[in-house]
């Protein structure tokens, strides 16, 4: 290896752990009906190829605001900030930060609600809560004056199908979901080749050696995309053969169940484990010190499930401003290719294409395919957000499958 | 007389602040519980709307999650977190009856450092125990690489029914033992020393006076110690996290943690504490009956 | 009567005693080792590096020292244990006055509901508590708010039951010598039966203490995220996720915490009995904390 890679090796990996997270299936749009989304309106879906307008909700802030000053409240999923830039955000601007964290997209949004959670920004939602977020009136549109970079952001999502005209949301990272495995430990790399890498989650060969997220959005969205199933079915048929699936898989290959790939495909411990894209970036710097790290390898199907993670302000913050100048921060490409050092999650911006992350040896060999293009952004198979009877319908899929 | 009666607004008084704290934070809380369990969906959010007028009450989402249990998926898991408590409470009397034994009768000079050492589990944190256990249990762990020096190789965190068992063994077997060890202790040592006179060896003396004697203090202790680990999901969590290993508590806390379907978490909740009623029942009597034995 | 039959009437205790040592050993080598490993020098949990205080003191962001979100969970934990044993204890206490002296129904239905709470499964307390204030007082914010109400309402019921065990033991006489000397009930109960009550809430403030700082499911079901994590909580979380060796010397403080607790406790409780002449030692005063476990 050079020197350069060495130092842009550990530039990639300053900081120090973090968890890897967001959702997969990025969703398209629930847009409201009736009337202003109040108790009894029913959500409708919208695919990507129906773009929706959300709900005007509230008024952005006025122009040419100085920021508040004082502690911005940030929701965040777990470790999902690289503390030395959000530490530069608090020394520029002379402000604290409070970070508060979520497990699940239904437990912040639930939270959100009850006003247990009163934050200024949330960080890391994605497209499948954002209509609720809106017809609660939780969340206000976005003053773009004060968004100087938002122009950074990836051409197709400046007007995302999801929030036309960006009203309430700027794209945080994207990712895809897919494999991860172990180059060096006799994984047969045959069934990424042949298309369907999926199937190796049923090799026995794994057994005990392999992992899937502990999501059940992810895993019932990969074994229907495997299956070749519309993956945001609410076919109760379409999902009982998933749950056989999933039942087989846990006496093919008793996976275990959590969000650890980043950890436990370097340790060695599993050669085979769902994971998002940033999982695999993120582990390099799991690996034993004497390893390679080339031995990490990551797969993910030609037509990826990809989505994006989103920035949003709340409706009830008080320091709106400094909310939006913290966006901005974060949209400025040294600091979110800072960021992206740390939480191994791509930028959703057009200066940092996958192409660029490559050249400045940002990601290590072999890995490259763990970054996505913005073709392949595009061609995405995205998911949608679930009619809330047909995500009661998963939720007891995977109950069903966690019961044994 | 007189003064019995004079007091009593004050006892009243004094008695009303935990009274109301309990009525309010614990009985409404248990029936909101079944409010919930019965009530609606709200449309939009797909949360459940609890119905407080048992009148309102819906039986749908009830008779949905019974049938899982009687017949679905959730039967599983509750026959296998039945097997689970009944072998770990098991379990935690041969390990933690010789050990109440020996406190209470034999440990001559040794008791109160013994004591001291009986009690000193309850004051390190549960999942701080559970953590060490992780640590050891790790394929490069410490305990795993013992356990191969004897020809035992295992992944023990790999969804393993004898790791969630011998976890919870671990975990309560404390709990076990101090209130074992109180109701031997009390034990009038006169009658043992009787059966001994009149012959007995002490096998016997053991089991046709020991034994019986303990036995209440032995099913209190049983009961105080099986409730919990009914409920129990993290010590599955942390050594396991397996569909193989999956009890009633880890079902309960990913419908009301991790869904938007509460109301099913609800319904387990509720029939968990059905099934449970038997035992607290029996332990709140026998504790009742114990307090009157003292006040008399 | 022989003399050795007399001395070694039943003893044959060498497995007994192995049994109980070996017991000893297996409740507690783990724990020293996890111990240990706070301060292991590499990054991992089950493998030894070296001994260093990395994962204390020296490591910028992550050790013990300077990670603000260990903080935040160290400093969650105490407030939270301290703040329930303030409100716990004196509730309690007056409950278990109130009912022991109280003859109504009332008292009698009062006596089963603080019962019930020690009998419950921490879940379905946890779950029930979680619905309620999301739902119907919604006033109560997620997080230290609900964290405390729930747990004062698991711990008071042990209050009771330790105030009640003293009570009984008291019996009424003193009582009635000061009303018979023209006490009033608020007399009575102010200077004669609250100093006698003093080792129970004593050891009530130690017991409540401990049961909040070991407590994971009320603390994590009614948590709203990092702000009001507790260190079990903590624990858990980090476990499922990888960590380093600062978790734990988090872990490692808390139990350090609640046993320099337990020696104020057991300190004050011989004071408090060379104060009124019994003599005590260790032994004895741990026999009491014992006694109040069960």
Known sequence: MTARHEFNRRRFLQGSAAVAGGLMLPASILSACGDDGGSGAALKLARPDKPVTLPTVGDAIANGLSHEGGTLQILNYVDYLNPDVLARFEETYGVKTAVTTYDTEEIALNKLRSGAYQPDLILGLTESVLPRLVAADLLQPLNKSYLSNFNNVIAGLRDPYYD????????????????????????????????????????????????????????????????????????????????????????????????????????????????????????????????????????????????????????????????????????????????????????????????????????????????????????????????PEVDARWTDVWAAFTAG | MRRN?????????????????????????????????????????????????????????????????????????????????????????????????????????????????????????????????????????????????????????????ITVVLGLVYGYVPFLVLPLYASLERLDVRLLEAARDLGARPGHAFRMVTMPLSRPGMMAAGVIIALPMFGDYYTNDMLSRSPRTEMIGNQVDFYINGTSQPQKGAVLVLVLSAMLVVFMSYYLVSTMRMQRELQA | MNPLLRRNPWRRPVVLATWTWLYVVWMFVPVIIAFMFSFNGGRSRSVWQGFSLRWWTEEPNASLLHDESLHTALRNSLVLAI??????????????????????????????????????????????????????????????????????????????????????????????????????????????????????????????????????????????????????????????????????????FLVISSLVALALGMVGMSVYRRRRGDDSDGESVLTEFAKFEM
Request: a negative charge.
């Open chain 1, 164 to 387: 036309l005209g960006a009203q309430y949301t700027v794209p945080y990272i994207i990712y895809s979901t897919g494999i991860g495995y172990r180059t060096d430990m006799d994984v047969d790399t045959s069934y990424f080749d042949s298309g369907n890498g999926w199937d190796i989650l049923w090799d026995p060969a794994y057994s005990g050696r392999l992992g899937i997220l502990d999501s059940y959005r992810d895993v019932i969205g990969s074994v229907l995309h495997r299956n070749g199933a519309d993956i945001n079915t609410g076919d109760q048929k379409v999902l009982d053969t998933v749950l056989a699936d999933l039942q087989a898989m846990t006496a093919a290959t008793n996976p275990k169940i959590d969000i650890l790939a980043y950890t436990e495909i370097p340790a060695g411990t599993r050669v085979v484990n769902q994971c998002w894209s940033g999982d695999m970036l993120l582990g390099v710097w799991y690996l034993p010190e004497d390893a390679g790290w080339d031995v990490l390898g990551y797969w993910q199907p030609d037509d990826m499930v990809t989505g994006n993670d989103l920035f949003c302000v709340t409706s009830k913050s008080s320091r709106p401003v400094l909310a939006h100048e913290f966006i901005n921060f974060f949209l400025d490409v040294d600091n979110a290719l800072e960021n992206f050092g740390w939480t191994g999650y791509q930028p959703a911006l057009e200066a940092l294409p996958a192409s660029t992350l490559i050249e400045w040896e940002y990601v290590p060999a072999g890995l490259e395919n763990a970054l996505i293009t913005p073709e392949q952004y595009a061609a995405g198979n995205r998911g949608v957000a679930l009619e």
């Open chain 2, 5 to 161: 009666s004079d007091g009593q607004w004050l006892w009243g008084l004094l008695a009303g602040p935990g009274t109301t704290w309990l009525l309010l934070l614990f009985a409404l809380p248990f029936y909101g519980l079944a409010c919930m369990a019965f009530g609606e969906i709200d449309p939009i959010f797909r949360n459940a709307v609890p119905a407080w007028n048992p009148l309102d009450w819906q039986f749908e989402n009830f008779g949905d999650v019974m049938h899982e249990i009687l017949f679905g998926s959730q039967r599983r898991v509750f026959v296998r977190t039945i097997l689970y408590v009944a072998s770990a409470v098991v379990l935690s009397f041969l390990v933690g009856y010789p050990v109440a034994y020996y406190l209470a009768r034999h440990a001559g000079r040794w008791r109160g450092l013994l004591l001291a050492l009986m009690i000193l589990p309850f004051w390190v944190n549960y999942l701080m125990r559970m953590l060490a256990w992780v640590n050891l249990l790790q394929v490069d762990g410490w305990a795993t690489r013992a356990f191969s020096a004897f020809g035992l190789q295992y992944n023990w965190l790999d969804g393993k029914a």
């Open chain 3, 83 to 252: 703040l329930t044993m303030l409100i716990a204890t004196p509730l309690g206490v007056a409950l278990a006055i109130g009912l022991a002296r109280w003859r109504s129904r009332v008292a009698k239905g009062a006596n089963w509901l603080m019962l019930v709470p020690l009998v419950t499964p921490e879940i379905v307390m946890g779950a029930s508590l979680l619905l309620i204030f999301s739902n119907l007082y919604t006033g109560v914010p997620l997080g230290r708010p609900a964290q405390l109400l729930g747990h004062v309402t698991f711990s008071m019921s042990y209050v009771v039951v330790v105030s009640r065990g003293r009570l009984l033991s008291i019996g009424r006489d003193y009582e009635e010598a000061a009303r018979d000397l023209g006490a009033t009930a608020i007399q009575a109960l102010r200077m004669v039966l609250l100093p006698l009550l003093a080792p129970a809430i004593l050891a009530s403030f130690v017991i409540v203490f401990a049961m909040s700082i070991d407590d994971f499911v009320i603390s994590s079901f009614l948590s709203s995220g990092a702000a009001s994590e507790t260190v079990p909580v903590r624990i858990y979380s980090a476990v499922r996720t990888s960590s380093t060796p600062a978790l734990n010397a988090l872990a490692s």
